[in-house]
C-alpha cells in the first residue's frame, strides 16, 4: 500500500495495491495491521455507506463530543473530498485539503479525530463508503458552512444540493471554540 502524507498533519491519501486481470480485480479495503503499519492506530467501531446523485453535496460535519476519525473511500463514481482542520491551537487551522476519490482511482483518505468533512459527487451517481472511530451522535454533530469564504474552498459546483442541515451551517470563525475540537499536539 502506498501511503502519502498530506499538508494536514496525520490526513493520510492511501492507495491500496490493486489485483487485477480479465476478470476484474481484488483489493483489501481494511486490514488492520497494514494500516496500523502506516500509521493508523484507532479502532474502527462504525461503518457507514452513502449514494447520491451528481452535485449532491454533504458536509462539511464534525462531531463534538464524540469526534470521529474516518477512512473514506468511493466503491462507485466520483467526489471531491474536503477535509478541513478546525481543531483550535492547530498549526494548520482552518486549512481545507481536497482529493479526488473514485471507483477508478481507489484511493482512500484517513482523516483523524478533530477535522471537519465534506465531499461533493461529480460523477452521475457516488456509493461512498467510510468507516468511523466513534458512533454517530446526532447530538454533537455540526456543520461548518460549505462555501464559507475564509475556507477558499474551489467546490466543483457553485450551486449544490444541499440538506436543511448543511445549509444551516456555520462559518467555522462563528463557533465558539469550546465548540470545536482541540489541538493535541
Known sequence: MKTTSTELAGVLILE???FGDQRGYFMETWNQAAYEAAGIKEAFVQDNLSFSKRGILRGLHFQKPNTQG???YV???EVFDVIVDI?????SFGKAINVTLSADNKRQV???PGFAHGFCVTSDYAMFAYKCTDRYNPQAEASVLWNDP???ILWPVSEPELSAKDKDGMPLKDFAPERLPQYEG
Do not use: T
Open 150 to 152: 475564509d475556507l477558499d
Open 16 to 18: 491500496p495495491k490493486v
Open 70 to 72: 474516518k477512512l473514506v
Open 87 to 91: 481543531r483550535v491551537g492547530s498549526p
Open 110 to 112: 484517513y482523516i483523524p
Open 75 to 77: 466503491l462507485q463514481g
